[in-house]
């Protein structure tokens, strides 16, 4: 009986979990059956398979548009992952300096300044987009890939992780480094670096891909067709055409095959790290 009742708690688990994958491959499905008919038919979700999907996609590849024709899929393929791995991987290391600075250095007011980091977390980022535009436009960084990646740098989310996880390191390791003569950096570099990267690859991969979905700060902050993102590109495309449907599949599947490749890592990471 015992046995029976476990084989139908986990029939009933298997089910809600292959509904919930149907629900949420369905819509990205319908998305891509739709690109694959005709220029001429009316775009619109549906189930069954065109037979233009290779020209189509072809035709996407190949050319460009704008009034430079500097909007191709590679430029905004390339600057979408500049942006993805540059807003990573500055929070990143920002973030575990920060928590190794507030842990490990006697800093005054240390419990007030990650007070005032956790209080980030409920301040929305768009809430400080035009302040912080003001500031790039002084610093004569609108256009540039540096002004795209630099003001969304800080994370008071990454500084709690790390400071979660720096919190379980044991102090013998503190001690044993200082009994060897090893300095601060020193003690960073050949310890905690080495203990903190499961935690800090986990981390990269989830901002990596808020970083891949970001809207309003690149539309705010560029202008130049160059330094279009995929998702600027669908917005200057339209998303209701042919073309702009397309670019949606682009930009949803490199961040959906990262986190599907490396969901154990990602989970056994941000799990370590908030431990």
């Not at 739709?34 to 290779?54: K, M, N, Q, V, Y």
């Not at 800093?107 to 003001?134: D, G, N, Q």
Request: aromatic share 12%; charged share 10%; net charge positive.
């Amino acid at each position: 009986m015992a046995l029976r009742t476990r084989w139908q708690a986990r029939l009933i688990d298997h089910g809600i979990l292959a509904c919930g994958t149907v629900f949420m491959v369905l819509p990205l499905y319908s998305l891509f059956a739709a690109t694959t008919h005709g220029a001429g038919e009316r775009l619109r979700p549906r189930l069954d398979l065109g037979s233009a999907a290779l020209d189509n996609y072809q035709a996407l590849l190949t050319t460009s548009a704008g009034f430079s024709g500097d909007i191709t899929v590679v430029s905004m393929v390339w600057n979408s992952f500049l942006l993805g791995a540059g807003f990573a991987g500055l929070k990143v290391a920002l973030s575990l300096l920060t928590a190794f600075a507030l842990i490990y250095f006697r800093v005054r007011f240390a419990s007030l300044i990650f007070s005032l980091l956790l209080l980030t977390l409920m301040l929305p980022l768009e809430a400080r987009f035009l302040a912080t535009y003001a500031v790039v436009a002084e610093l004569d960084l609108v256009n540039t890939r540096t002004g795209l990646i630099l003001p969304l740098a800080a994370s008071g989310l990454g500084t709690l992780f790390f400071r979660q996880f720096l919190l379980t390191v044991p102090d013998a390791l503190l001690e044993s480094a200082r009994l060897d003569g090893a300095g601060p950096l020193k003690f960073f570099k050949d310890i905690l670096l080495p203990l903190s990267l499961p935690t800090a690859a986990a981390l990269f991969l989830v901002l990596f891909v808020n970083g891949w979905n970001q809207y309003l700060w690149p539309v705010m902050v560029t202008s130049d067709e160059n330094t279009y993102t995929l998702v600027r590109g669908m917005q200057y495309l339209g998303t209701s055409s042919l073309r702009g449907a397309m670019l949606a599949i682009f930009a949803v599947l490199p961040p959906a095959l990262l986190v599907i490749l490396f969901q154990r890592q990602v989970v056994k990471g941000l799990y370590d790290g908030s431990h």
